[in-house]
Each structure stands twice: as structure tokens, then as C-alpha cells.
Nanobody
Framework: QVRLVESGGGLVQPGDSLRLSCAAS????????TGWFRQAPGKEREFVAV????????GYADSVKGRFTISRDNAKNTVSLQMNSLKPEDTAVYYC???????????????????WGQGTQVTVSS
């Protein structure tokens, strides 16, 4: 059984940085596309970033492009999301998700993912 656990969330001020981490048990991240999504209060869950099965391709939502970076550490079996220049509108619960199918490309829809973590809260406020 695949289990994902996010960590690294917290309360920061606008302009600050934060690094989220997603750890997997039951399977490696290598070979499977993994993404980050977020859900703000009263809003639908939305795509943030994705890294493909090999780590050679990434994708970002327009709202975070240039500020967020997704990466993977195969040795630690973790996927991270480095978030810089945070804005109040980045406030949300952030979720890590990975696919059950190997290889493929980059995926942006919630329905493309099979395993989800419980989420970590990120609050950006002065």
C-alpha cells in the first residue's frame, strides 16, 4: 500500500520562502509522475506542480511559475516543493499525489492521480 506524508507547512510572511516535502512508503517515487496540488478555503483543489517519472520534465501552474520549484530525491524517496516569494493567495492546504501507472508524461488533473497525502497547511500572512 502506498502512503504519502507531507511536511514543512507553516505560517510565513509575504515574500518568505518555505519548502514542503512529501515522503512515500510502500513504493518509490522513481518511475511515477508526482504532483503537488493545493486547496484554499472555499475553493476547489487545484494543480500546482508536477515532476515526471524520470525527473527530467516538470510543469507548473501559471500562478506559481518562476516562484515554485518541484524536485525529487531518489535516495531519500521524497518529492519537494520549494516555494519562494510567497503571497497571501498561496495560502492553502498543499497535497502531494502520485500515480499508480508507471512512466507516462506530466499530468495536471486531479483524476490523473491515485494516491494522495493528508495535506499540510501553508498560511501566508503579515
Amino acid at each position: 500500500q502506498v502512503r504519502l506524508v507531507e511536511s514543512g507547512g507553516g505560517l510565513v510572511q509575504p515574500g518568505d520562502s518555505l519548502r514542503l516535502s512529501c515522503a512515500a512508503s510502500g513504493r518509490t517515487f522513481y518511475g511515477y509522475a508526482t504532483g503537488w496540488f493545493r486547496q484554499a478555503p472555499g475553493k476547489e483543489r487545484e494543480f500546482v506542480a508536477v515532476i515526471n517519472w524520470s525527473g527530467g520534465s516538470t510543469g507548473y501552474a501559471d500562478s506559481v511559475k518562476g516562484r515554485f520549484t518541484i524536485s525529487r530525491d531518489n535516495a531519500k524517496n521524497t518529492v519537494s516543493l520549494q516555494m519562494n516569494s510567497l503571497k497571501p493567495e498561496d495560502t492553502a492546504v498543499y497535497y502531494c499525489a502520485t500515480r499508480a501507472s508507471r512512466l507516462g508524461g506530466t499530468y495536471f488533473r486531479i483524476s490523473d492521480y491515485d494516491y494522495w497525502g493528508q495535506g499540510t497547511q501553508v498560511t501566508v500572512s503579515s
